[in-house]
């Protein structure tokens, strides 16, 4: 490896001279050439762009002192200043002579300056054809105009307003007097419109050391899109050692593209990514594939059972991917996400932006759908792709769902709309049961509104009907399920909603507001012990969710509901509308109990009337640069505060962050809400605080970092620190940390590795990468702003 990895360094810099800007979808500018301090000593051209044929714009002429031949021979002297069109010319002297009107020439001597919209020149001697706008100039200095790109030669043409040729060249798109590095070639053509570079017999330099010679090199030198090479990436960590790829962009048309990226993996292999992108008339989508064809570390954990892992039997391992979004027409469109891989173990191994391993599972989701004015329809498919055994058979998946909805606005002051869905579960485990399912639920709606109030009530039913097969009544948790079941419930609400508004007395400048909220749903008991549960699942009660109709998502649960929830939010203003701070306290409180059945009964199994949850949010805009949120719940049913978080950010500039975190969830919430096998049982409390920094250090050194540790645990959750420098010529990014890569289920621990990665740019060769964006993504806990 130590031989090893000076070479890599070596290449990557000499690939780095390949970089192209890579996307068809989404391009940003160039950052570099958008950045002022850059693009000092740089010529501008600021006058409206002159159109038109060259030929029949007017010739001005300044000298201090003109000598004319007649009929066509003209001599300017002294600080002579020619200006036609988008092109000035600067010299000590100019000759102009129009004898041959097909061959109009002008030579230069002495001082020479020419610019146009697109280049600045220098030399001693030029000779220029009015006709077409070709020019020659010797010796010479170029720099392109508003952006980075510079060089001389011994010799340079300028043809069709469009080529710069070079004999004897050079070109760096580092600033004025920094020659950090430079590339030299016998004959160097510059194709502005295709913001090109082509080199012959090139030779790359860093300083006045030679590292690299190519009988030929093509490089871009803007932001438009073309085929080539792009910025190598080189990395390393503690399992896989040196990771180095080469991103190659096929720029197919301008709404498709390609990247092959070959990537050599020290202790795996070679693996191969793939991704093409399309953006039509239709939609836009992505498909990705990659491929690693031997493993040898892979093959070496499954042989010795490493970390006790259950290692899938395969010989390769790949990737699939595609994500889509189409408009059929003005009705019709298709939508699928879809994400495989070869084993359970790729993501932990390999990584992949296309998703990550969270979950537990790989989603593979396909949907048509209809809508018009009354009906939406949709028809989909979804299937999942487990990583443990216990979610094998316990996850079902729709093959397939129906979703039928119908609106009829047109009732006078009422609404209506009708629900429908019919859904097929299946599951992997062979002792589960599986079910069609059919449900109906129209509603009526009348709402009374006004610019300081609401009323809405709302009354419907809910029927579903069950058809479940493979029941297993050996089995404890199913012998009371029913192969045929109906079930019928009314549902009734009333929502009600004042907004008060008032100048701060205390405050000049702020207005404040209080808006109470009260909302009553009723929906009765009805015992669904003979129904299994296939898609339900607990949602959170923050201050939003104590206003739901229902605590489950999904349909197999219905709990039966005689509650009023009330809560009430205060607001605050200045003069721009600008909202500085909010406070929402609210709590739902049951007149009777809710039940959903008589034997499994997760949600109230402890609770009786009374206040069950108590849940507030806050918001408050410090100053434009500070921001502190906050969100609590308490459950009366475990008889603690079951979810907390907050966060406080500052953030006085783009590029300037600091962000403090914490969140807490109780373990007996988290084992109530989350039915995933794999991850319950928690033996203690969620307790994590954090911090995540990214700040300058000076002009051309930006240092980020992050650091979460869970304070149950006692150990680090995630945690990384990196540094990127950038100055106008080149950059580098350096980044080391933890890892989080797994869950020991058994000793409850986190699972990391250590990894460093370490990435080169060169400024100017196309576009530069958002770079510290980047590099706040480091980690499993990515950043999330606070602000709005």
Not at 576 to 595: D, H, R, W
Request: net charge neutral; aromatic share 14%.
């Amino acid at each position: 490896m130590k031989k090893l990895a000076p070479s890599l360094i070596a290449i990557i810099i000499t690939l780095s001279l390949h970089n192209s800007p890579s996307y068809a979808i989404g391009l940003p500018k160039n950052s570099i050439s958008n950045n002022p301090q850059c693009l000092i000593n740089v010529p501008r051209f600021d006058r409206p762009l002159v159109n038109g044929d060259t030929n029949t714009l007017p010739v001005n002429a300044e000298a201090n002192q003109l000598e004319a031949l007649y009929p066509n021979i003209a001599i300017y002297k002294g600080e002579v200043l020619i200006e036609q069109g988008n092109r000035t010319v600067q010299a000590d002297k100019v000759t102009i002579d129009t004898q041959d009107n097909n061959n109009r020439i002008v030579t230069l001597e002495g001082n020479i300056t020419y610019q146009d919209n697109l280049v600045q020149m220098k030399g001693d001697n030029a000779s220029m054809n009015l006709n077409n706008n070709d020019a020659n100039m010797s010796p010479s200095q170029y720099q392109l105009v508003n952006r980075l790109g510079r060089g001389n030669a011994d010799q340079m043409k300028l043809e069709k307003n469009r080529y710069i040729i070079l004999k004897n060249g050079n070109y760096t798109s580092c600033p004025v007097n920094d020659n950090t590095w430079n590339i030299k070639g016998t004959t160097v053509i510059h194709d502005n419109e295709e913001q090109l570079l082509e080199v012959w017999n090139a030779i790359f330099s860093i300083g006045k050391i030679p590292v690299l010679y190519s009988p030929y090199l093509q490089l871009p030198t803007g932001d438009k899109r073309r085929s080539g090479l792009l910025m190598p990436n080189l990395g390393y960590d503690s399992i896989d050692g040196i990771d180095f790829s080469l991103p190659i962009y096929w720029n197919i048309a301008p709404n498709y593209d390609a990247t092959f990226t070959p990537r050599v993996l020290e202790k795996r292999g070679i693996q191969l990514q793939t991704e093409f992108r399309y953006l039509n008339e239709l939609g836009l989508g992505t498909l990705a594939f990659e491929w690693l064809q031997h493993d040898s570390k892979y093959s070496e954990d499954r042989k010795n059972h490493i970390n006790g892992y259950n290692y899938d039997d395969n010989r390769h391992r790949w990737l699939f991917h595609w994500k889509n979004e189409e408009l059929i027409n003005h009705n019709w469109r298709f939508y699928a996400d879809t994400t495989r891989v070869s084993d359970n173990q790729y993501l932990t191994n390999l990584d992949s932006k296309y998703t990550f391993q969270t979950a537990g599972y790989l989603t593979q989701f396909y949907k048509i759908a209809y809508n018009d004015k009354y009906w939406d329809i949709a028809l989909g498919y979804r299937h999942f792709q487990p990583f443990h055994s216990e979610l094998k058979n316990s996850l079902y998946q729709t093959e397939p769902q129906l979703d039928v909805s119908y609106y009829n606005n047109d009732l006078g002051p009422f609404k209506f709309r009708a629900f429908s869905q019919v859904s097929h579960f299946l599951t992997s485990g062979e002792n589960r049961p599986k079910a069609w399912r059919t449900h109906i639920e129209p509603t009526l709606n009348y709402t009374l509104t006004n610019s300081w109030s609401s009323l809405t009530t709302e009354t419907g039913f809910m029927a579903t009907h069950y058809n479940q097969d493979n029941i297993r009544k050996d089995i404890e948790q199913y012998k009371y399920l029913d192969k045929s079941v109906n079930r019928f419930l009314p549902k009734f609400s009333i929502d009600g909603k004042v907004i008060f508004e008032r100048d701060m007395p205390f405050i000049d400048g702020y207005t404040q507001t209080l808006e109470p909220r009260v909302k009553y749903i009723y929906i009765p008991y009805r015992n669904q012990s003979n129904i299994s549960n296939y898609d339900s699942t607990i949602l959170q009660s923050d201050y939003i969710g104590l206003f739901r109709d229902q605590p489950y998502s999904g349909l197999d649960r219905i709990a039966s509901t005689n509650k009023i929830s009330t809560g009430v939010t205060t607001r605050f203003y200045d003069d721009n509308k600008v909202e500085k701070f909010n406070l929402s306290i609210g709590q739902i409180t049951y007149f009777t109990k809710s039940k959903t059945s008589e034997h499994n009964n997760d949600l109230d199994k402890n609770s009786d009337t009374g206040s069950i949850t108590w849940a507030s949010d806050n918001f408050w805009r410090i100053s434009d640069n500070i921001i502190f949120r906050s969100g609590i719940q308490y459950d009366t049913r475990i008889d603690t505060i079951s979810l907390a978080n907050t966060i406080f950010e500052y953030r006085p500039s783009s590029d300037k962050l600091m962000q403090l975190s914490y969140r807490y969830a109780n373990r007996n919430y988290i084992d109530t809400v989350d039915k995933n096998p794999f991850y319950r049982g928690y033996k203690q409390d969620i307790t994590q605080a954090g911090i995540m920094a990214a700040w300058p250090l000076s002009q051309t050194i930006s240092a980020v970092g992050s650091y979460y540790y869970d304070i149950k645990l006692e150990q680090t959750t995630d945690g990384f620190v990196g540094l990127h420098y950038s100055d106008c010529c080149w950059g580098m990014t350096a980044q080391y940390g933890k890892k989080l890569t797994d869950w020991d289920n058994t000793f409850r621990r986190s699972k990391y590795e250590n990894k460093l990665s370490i990435n080169f740019e060169l400024q100017g060769l196309g576009n530069n990468r958002d770079t510290k964006a980047k590099m706040l993504n480091f980690g499993k806990l990515p950043y999330t702003t606070a602000f709005e």
